[in-house]
């Protein structure tokens, strides 16, 4: 009976560990909640691995169709060793404003969640010349959620919340934001959105050298 208890005790933290994080089934990211504002939340997120792709152009509903057909052709086995990956939650897109030159256009950079049980692995490489890896260390993010289906200037009218939001906070980054949306396209009702924006944090200097290493390593493999 108490090897029976022991046996079930370990599979259900074995089980929460594999799916701390779920949403509507789906894998994403845990995180810490290290502030919660009227309108807004203040998080910390763990390292994290994304496949991504990066396009620039007027207009930023374009682009995530276009990156969204490469990063899902990828994940349904358009790469080296042909496998299948798992589906991950949000789909994000970083937005990288122009800076008053009327000639420019705004870059856009999509990426999807690497799964977790393949951090530990060879990560299957893109046939697609054009999508890349990105490994990130813990970060903290601004974030405000929301729902419905936003058109691209409802996204815009959001981000821009957030930022006046935190106008006084001189951690925040003014000069990128991130669009994430959690559910399939074919998600009609309660859907969950968020807009993020990287809030600078001190860190050690051999933190900063072994993530570098990593990053290194993770090139060289890609």
Request: glycine fraction near 4%; include cysteine; aromatic fraction near 10%.
């Amino acid at each position: 009976m108490k090897v029976w208890i022991l046996l079930t005790t370990c599979l259900a933290i074995q089980i929460g560990q594999c799916l701390s994080c779920l949403h509507r089934g789906v894998e994403c990211i845990d995180y810490e909640v290290l502030n919660r504002h009227p309108e807004y939340e203040e998080r910390q997120y763990p390292a994290t691995i994304w496949i991504s792709a990066k396009e620039s152009g007027p207009s930023v509903s374009r682009a995530q169709i276009n990156l969204y057909k490469k990063l899902f052709r990828y994940i349904q086995g358009d790469n080296l060793k042909g496998e299948f990956i798992n589906s991950t939650t949000p789909t994000r897109t970083k937005v990288i404003p122009c800076k008053g030159d009327s000639l420019c256009e705004p870059t856009y950079i999509m990426s999807l969640l690497i799964p977790k049980d393949l951090y530990d692995d060879t990560f299957p490489i893109p046939t697609d010349v054009d999508l890349f890896f990105e490994r990130e260390p813990p970060r903290r993010y601004v974030v405000r959620s929301f729902g419905g289906r936003p058109s691209e200037s409802q996204w815009v009218a959001e981000a821009q919340k957030l930022a006046d939001l935190t106008l006084k906070d001189a951690g925040v980054a003014r000069d990128h934001y991130y669009l994430n949306w959690y559910d399939p396209p074919l998600q009609l009702f309660n859907r969950l959105n968020e807009v993020w924006i990287t809030k600078s944090i001190k860190k050690k200097a051999s933190e900063q050298k072994k993530f570098i290493r990593d990053q290194n390593d993770l090139n060289e493999v890609c």
